[in-house]
C-alpha cells in the first residue's frame, strides 16, 4: 500500500522456545491436523495501522480450525517497518509472513533473497487461484520465472473521486463508471476541471477542478504513452539499464502533468494541499476540489465526506493499453521462516471468501482479492451504488499496470529522488526541462550504484 494508501508495518521477531521446527515441518500430517502433534507458532509482522493490524481478531477462528498453529502479530510503525525487518532476519529472529508494507517493494526483497518460493506448497496442494476465486493476472504479477513469490490479499486500484455538489453547481453531467465510454477522455476530464476552478489568493474562495494523482511521480508519464524505464526493466528484476528522462515524449508527459498546476491552473498547488492537509489530511476531502484521481483506499473515508460523492472511470488518456495503477498487496512467506507449511496455511486462511469478506468490516474497507467477497466490498459504500464501483474496479483492472514501487528494486531510493529533485517543478520554481536532465543523471549513477 505505498501509496498515500495505508501502511505503516509491523515488525515481528518471536522465537519460540516450546517449539521444534524441524519437527512440526517434516511431520507428512496436515498442518493444524487433529492428531496431537506438537504446535507451532507463526509471526505475521505488519504495520501498526488499523486496516493492518485488524488480522489480530481473526487468529480465534484459524486457530479454531488448526489447532496444531498458533499465530502471533508483530507490528512496527510505518517508518521503521523494513529497518526492523532487516534487524530480526539478521538476528536468525525472522517473521514468516508478512507483506511489503514499508518503503520497499516486492522486487526489493526478492533480490535480496529474502522470499520463499512458494511453488512446492502450492503444486503439493493443488493451489488454483480460481478456488479463491482470484483473478490469475493478480497471481501473475507476484511471479518470477514462472515462480510464485506472493499470494494476493488486497487489491486497490486507481478511481476518480468527484464532489457531485460542485458538478451539479457548475451543471456538468457526472462521469461514467464504464471505461468503454469513448466520450470520456483526459481532455474532457480538464475542459471539466477547468469549469469548476476557481482561481483565486483567498482560500476561503479559491476551487480547484482537478488533483491528478495517478500513480508515483515516476509512473505518471506512463499514463501518457511515455516510458522513463527501459523495456528490460521487467524482465532484469526490476533493475532498468537505461532511463529516459530526456526524451521528448517524457519532457513532454511531465509538462502535461505540472502544467495542470502552472498553466492551466485547474489543480491544486503544494502550498494550497499543505494548508488543508492539517485539517482534512486527503485536499479532496476540503470540498474544495471537484476530481481526485487517487487510489482506491479513498474510498474508506467516504463517511467523513462533508459532500456528496460519485467514483467514476479514469479517462482514456494517450496510453490506449494503461489508465489505472494496481496496488496489489500480496502476502510472503519469508524464506528464513521456520515454519513455511503453517505460514502458507494462515495465508491460504486469508484469502478465503468468508474471511475477505469478514475483513473488510474489521479493516475498514480494504478491497479482497477474492472476488467473490468483492461483492460486499462494492457494497460498503454509503451513497455510492455498488454497481457502480463495481464497474469502476473491472475496468480498472482490466486497464491498469502494476505500480513501479512494487516491481524496481531499490525504489524507496528512487522515489525519494524524484520527490527531492521534483519539488521546485512542483513548486513553480523550476521547469520541467530544467529538472529532468539533473535527475537523469542522479538517477542514472543511483542505479548503477545499487544494481551491481
Not at 227 to 252: C, F, H, M, R
Request: aromatic share 12%; net charge neutral.
Amino acid at each position: 500500500m505505498k501509496r498515500t494508501k495505508q501502511t505503516a508495518v509491523m515488525v515481528l521477531g518471536v522465537t519460540l522456545a516450546s517449539v521444534s521446527a524441524l519437527s512440526a515441518c517434516s511431520t507428512d500430517k496436515p498442518a493444524g491436523g487433529k492428531d496431537g502433534g506438537e504446535v507451532v507458532t507463526i509471526t505475521h509482522y505488519t504495520i501498526d495501522s488499523p486496516d493492518r493490524t485488524f488480522v489480530e481478531k481473526l487468529i480465534p477462528d484459524f486457530e479454531k480450525q488448526h489447532p496444531n498453529i498458533k499465530v502471533k502479530v508483530t507490528k512496527a510503525p510505518y517508518e521503521q517497518f523494513d529497518s526492523k525487518l532487516q534487524s530480526s532476519i539478521a538476528a536468525n529472529n525472522a517473521p514468516d509472513v508478512t507483506s511489503h508494507w514499508g518503503y520497499g517493494g516486492f522486487m526489493e526483497y526478492y533480490n535480496k533473497g529474502m522470499l520463499a518460493d512458494l511453488t512446492p506448497l502450492m503444486e503439493a496442494d493443488s493451489f488454483k487461484a480460481s478456488d479463491y476465486n482470484m483473478l490469475e493476472d493478480l497471481m501473475n504479477i507476484y511471479k518470477v520465472n514462472g515462480k510464485t513469490y506472493g499470494i494476493p490479499v488486497n487489491s486497490y486500484v486507481t478511481v476518480l473521486l468527484y464532489n457531485k455538489d460542485l458538478f451539479d453547481k457548475a451543471g456538468l453531467a457526472y462521469p461514467p463508471t464504464d471505461y468503454n465510454d469513448k466520450s470520456w477522455t483526459y481532455d474532457k476530464m480538464v475542459d471539466y476541471a477547468a469549469k469548476m476552478t476557481v482561481d483565486s489568493k483567498d482560500l476561503n474562495k479559491v476551487q480547484y477542478g482537478l488533483d491528478f494523482g495517478w500513480g508515483e511521480r515516476d509512473q505518471k508519464p506512463q499514463y501518457f504513452g511515455a516510458k522513463i524505464y527501459s523495456d528490460d526493466t521487467w524482465q532484469n528484476g526490476g533493475k532498468p539499464s537505461a532511463v529516459n528522462l530526456t526524451k521528448p515524449d517524457v519532457i513532454e508527459a511531465y509538462k502535461k502533468i505540472y502544467g495542470l498546476i502552472w498553466d492551466k491552473k485547474v489543480s491544486p498547488t503544494p502550498a494550497f494541499s499543505k494548508s488543508v492537509s492539517g485539517q482534512f489530511g486527503d485536499p479532496f476531502l476540503s470540498g474544495k476540489i471537484g476530481m481526485s484521481v487517487v487510489g482506491s483506499w479513498s474510498l474508506a473515508a467516504s463517511s467523513e465526506f462533508s459532500f456528496k460523492v460519485g467514483v467514476a472511470a479514469v479517462p482514456q488518456g494517450p496510453n490506449e493499453k494503461v489508465r489505472s495503477v494496481l496496488y496489489v498487496d500480496p502476502l510472503f512467506v519469508l524464506k528464513d521462516s521456520k515454519h513455511p507449511k503453517e505460514a502458507y496455511e494462515w495465508i491460504k486462511y486469508l484469502i478465503t471468501t468468508e474471511v475477505q469478506e469478514k475483513s473488510i468490516e474489521l479493516s475498514g474497507g480494504n478491497p479482497p482479492v477474492n472476488q467473490k467477497a468483492a461483492e460486499k466490498y462494492y457494497a460498503n459504500f454509503e451513497g455510492i451504488e455498488p454497481k457502480q464501483i463495481r464497474q469502476v474496479y473491472e475496468g480498472a483492472i482490466k486497464h491498469g499496470a502494476e505500480s513501479y514501487n512494487h516491481l524496481i528494486s531499490h525504489y524507496s531510493q528512487i522515489n525519494e529522488l524524484f520527490i527531492n529533485e521534483l519539488a521546485g517543478v512542483e513548486n513553480g520554481d523550476k521547469k520541467v526541462e530544467e529538472a529532468l536532465p539533473v535527475i537523469q543523471d542522479k538517477l542514472t549513477k543511483l542505479l548503477e550504484r545499487v544494481n551491481k
